[in-house]
């Protein structure tokens, strides 16, 4: 859908302006042979398939684990069910690791907690363009958007393991989990280890909206100046940004 509008035409200025926005939404009916669900290739060496193809939801929905919090202390790990019967040390280990919920409640993480947790298609896209003209100048600059979809951030993924032989980003080292940050920590501890492996959930991605001026040209037309060139009929002289 776009509107067009005049806003200003007079002598000397005027500013004409457009808005468009656009709405995508698509849905598998079938994959054939009966077949209701499938998973696209991994993503990484971890074996995460995080984008699902369902019949009944959209190409690009995301599916994974959902992150209930981080173990705070050996307590909290002990009264998880899904902890049960662990020994000391494997509950030593846990404290301060990722806690994930157990969706079916089955006293085990498992593919089974595994749900749909984004979706990389845009609720929708959008765009503003205004043109001005002042004299023999003209200025037109575009803006453009997009709203509702998810980014997988790899990066992310592979700097989040705290504790292995990588920088991690300054966000993730704040919000780790230490004997005084254990109560607000969002991150595990760091521990060298190679044990540790994250399972896909929406740590990993981010809200893909965004606005941005993409594109700015100022010109100026030279006609009334080239009357006197009758094998010139116009000429304008311009400068262009683009991002």
Same mark, same amino acid.
Request: hydrophobic share 35%.
């Given at each position: 859908?776009?509107?067009?509008? #005049?806003? #200003?035409?007079?002598?000397?200025?005027?500013?004409?302006?457009?808005?468009?926005?656009? *709405?995508?939404?698509?849905?598998?009916?079938?994959?054939?042979?009966? %077949?209701?669900?499938?998973?696209?290739? +991994?993503?990484?060496?971890?074996?995460?398939?995080?984008?699902?193809? +369902?019949?009944?939801?959209?190409?690009?929905?995301?599916?994974?684990?959902?992150?209930?919090?981080?173990?705070?202390?050996?307590?909290?790990?002990?009264?998880?069910?899904?902890?049960?019967?662990?020994?000391?040390?494997?509950?030593?280990?846990?404290?301060?690791?990722?806690?994930?919920?157990?969706?079916?409640?089955?006293?085990?993480?498992?593919?089974?907690?595994?749900? /749909?947790?984004?979706?990389?298609?845009?609720?929708?896209?959008?765009? /503003? $363009?205004?043109?001005? @003209?002042?004299?023999?100048?003209?200025?037109? #600059?575009?803006?453009?958007?997009?709203?509702?979809?998810?980014?997988?951030?790899?990066? @992310?993924?592979?700097?989040?393991?705290?504790?292995? /032989?990588?920088?991690?980003?300054?966000?993730?080292?704040?919000?780790?989990? $230490? *004997?005084?940050?254990?109560?607000?920590?969002?991150?595990?501890?760091?521990?060298?280890?190679?044990?540790?492996? =994250?399972? =896909?959930? +929406?740590? *990993?991605?981010?809200?893909?909206?965004?606005?941005?001026?993409?594109?700015?040209? #100022?010109?100026?037309? %030279?006609?009334?100046?080239?009357?006197?060139?009758?094998?010139?009929?116009?000429?304008?002289?311009?400068?262009?940004?683009?991002?």
């Amino acid at each position: 859908m776009t509107v067009t509008a #005049i806003a #200003i035409n007079n002598h000397d200025f005027g500013w004409d302006l457009s808005g468009n926005i656009s *709405f995508n939404r698509n849905r598998i009916v079938s994959l054939g042979g009966g %077949l209701q669900q499938q998973f696209a290739t +991994r993503i990484n060496t971890n074996g995460d398939q995080p984008f699902i193809q +369902r019949v009944g939801h959209p190409v690009g929905a995301l599916y994974g684990y959902v992150e209930q919090d981080i173990y705070k202390n050996e307590a909290e790990v002990r009264s998880d069910p899904v902890m049960a019967g662990q020994p000391d040390a494997i509950i030593a280990r846990t404290v301060g690791e990722i806690r994930y919920k157990d969706l079916d409640h089955n006293a085990a993480i498992t593919q089974q907690d595994q749900i /749909f947790i984004g979706d990389v298609n845009p609720k929708f896209t959008y765009g /503003f $363009t205004n043109n001005f @003209t002042y004299k023999n100048f003209d200025m037109n #600059i575009l803006i453009q958007g997009v709203y509702g979809n998810d980014v997988i951030n790899m990066n @992310t993924y592979y700097l989040s393991n705290i504790g292995s /032989f990588n920088n991690v980003t300054q966000k993730m080292w704040d919000e780790r989990w $230490t *004997f005084t940050n254990w109560e607000h920590a969002k991150s595990p501890k760091t521990e060298a280890q190679y044990w540790r492996a =994250f399972k =896909f959930s +929406r740590r *990993f991605i981010e809200d893909g909206s965004y606005i941005r001026l993409r594109n700015v040209s #100022i010109g100026y037309n %030279l006609k009334s100046k080239l009357k006197s060139l009758t094998f010139i009929q116009s000429l304008r002289i311009y400068a262009n940004a683009r991002t």
